[in-house]
């Protein structure tokens, strides 16, 4: 497999796929670094200059990578199966991390993302994980998440949506298509990984913004509700479904001092 170097972009290869990454800061197997998770339309690109400023708020390497299917790394076969968040965690990220050399991690994740990272952090109990912050977590579906999906819907086949994504994916379909389908899937409606959380032996930080068009509170309330670890919680008025974007000031503050309390570097 090729490893990750130092600060810039590149790709990794894991499981017979090339996976796009960058990184900031320093390489992964030079000390702790946190590991962006992206959400179920998101790529590296689309975190903008989100890992620069968390790289200068926390002093720790940030490194990113594209799901495949997304950005600009290989596709994936559709349709994706129903499980595909669990079989990244179970599957995938092991082996990205192995790519890279990370010895310390912090796992962050949006959406789609937060959930691979609850999931890794629950069942596959990585010794290289540090702590977890989670933004935008879904652990069920709700009614809410699934209207705004097929809204997604509606707005991608009009060719809106399309046509902006293909501005960051190579196969803007194949992002979108294995996305959209699997939760709005019939058989997707009793989706519940919420049991993940019950295995999370690292502390967590849980963000979410008040006007979250995807999901409700009921997702942050589970995780307090079922984890054994200290869970901190930070709900943001005026934002959206991403945190990083609406409110980045508080979100960088909060996870810098979430990092300095507890997480041992």
């Not at 320093?26 to 200059?49: M, Q, S, T």
């Not at 901190?232 to 810098?256: S, T, Y």
């Amino acid at each position: 497999m090729a490893r990750a170097g130092a600060e810039g972009t590149g790709f990794v290869a894991v499981d017979g796929r090339r996976l796009e990454y960058r990184m900031v800061g320093p390489a992964p197997g030079d000390g702790p670094v946190i590991v962006l998770l992206h959400e179920g339309l998101g790529c590296v690109a689309l975190w903008r200059d989100f890992p620069e400023r968390l790289a200068a708020a926390t002093g720790m390497g940030v490194f990113a990578y594209s799901r495949a299917g997304y950005g600009q790394s290989d596709p994936r076969p559709l349709p994706w199966p129903l499980d595909y968040m669990t079989r990244e965690a179970r599957d995938v990220v092991p082996g990205v991390l192995n790519a890279v050399g990370a010895k310390q991690v912090v796992l962050m994740g949006h959406s789609d993302g937060a959930t691979i990272a609850a999931i890794h952090a629950g069942q596959v109990r990585d010794v290289r994980v540090r702590g977890v912050i989670l933004m935008a977590p879904h652990f069920f579906t709700e009614p809410v998440g699934l209207a705004a999906i097929a809204e997604a819907k509606r707005a991608y086949d009009a060719g809106g949506l399309r046509q902006r994504m293909a501005k960051y994916h190579r196969d803007p379909d194949n992002a979108f298509r294995g996305w959209n389908d699997a939760w709005l899937a019939e058989g997707f409606r009793e989706w519940n990984v919420a049991a993940a959380i019950d295995g999370i032996g690292v502390p967590v930080l849980a963000i979410q913004g008040e006007g979250d068009e995807y999901g409700t509170l009921a997702q942050i309330e589970e995780i307090e509700a079922r984890a054994n670890v200290p869970v901190e919680r930070m709900i943001l008025p005026d934002c959206g479904h991403a945190p990083q974007f609406d409110q980045p000031g508080a979100v960088l503050a909060a996870v810098g001092d979430f990092l300095s309390r507890q997480v041992a570097r």
